[in-house]
């Protein structure tokens, strides 16, 4: 059976058939199961898709002790693929802290974001001269490696700002795809 790895975790890779819309309701659902063990009532928005059979991003927003939480993934090839993954990180990232292996301010920071990310996100790729639908984490790591040679401040056409720019770039990309 094809695994993925995503966020340090390793399950099963999930490819919906059919029931698109069936399934998506039924990872909403295992999210929300997740994030009550928690203590969460209704504290959260996981915006399903109309058309749960178009690539586009899942997400799953939550507040927890005055946090706003947030994860989306969407490198697969289905809204219900990506909320396949959204499921599986929230549930396995829940369990290593009920469990005591990730302590509360490790859970906080792997998930919180701030509101405008995808905007920050853009904007990242904009700094690493990237199309907007950039999702190739080798591509984004070749523009990266080339730019930080160009503009590192120990170079003699380096400039501190633009490096410290592009590493905020860089961070910015990497979390939202691995």
């Known amino acids: 059976m094809a ?3 995503v ?4 399950f099963a ?24 063990k928690l203590g969460l009532k209704e504290q959260f928005d996981i915006p399903l898709e109309g058309n749960p059979r178009r690539k586009v991003p899942a997400s799953a927003t939550w507040f927890l002790k005055g946090h706003r939480l947030y994860y989306s993934y969407e490198l697969a090839d289905t809204f219900v693929d990506n909320l396949y993954v959204v499921s599986k990180v929230i549930e ?18 792997e998930f919180t974001e701030e509101e405008d990310v995808e905007e920050q996100r853009k904007k990242a790729r904009e700094t690493l001269g990237l199309p907007n639908d950039t999702q190739d984490m080798h591509l984004i790591n070749t523009q990266y490696k080339k730019l930080a040679k160009e503009h590192h401040p120990d170079t003699p056409t380096g400039n501190a700002e633009k490096f410290k720019a592009i590493n905020h770039a860089h ?8």
């Open 7 to 10: 966020r340090g975790h390793e």
């Open 3 to 5: 695994t993925i790895r």
């Open 171 to 178: 961070k910015m990309l990497k979390r939202g795809l691995e």
């Open 13 to 36: 890779r999930f490819t919906a058939k059919d029931s698109f819309t069936r399934r998506a309701v039924q990872l909403q659902n295992a999210i929300i199961h997740s994030l009550r």
């Open 92 to 109: 396995l990232e829940i369990e290593a802290l009920l469990a005591g292996k990730k302590s509360f301010e490790d859970f906080v920071s």
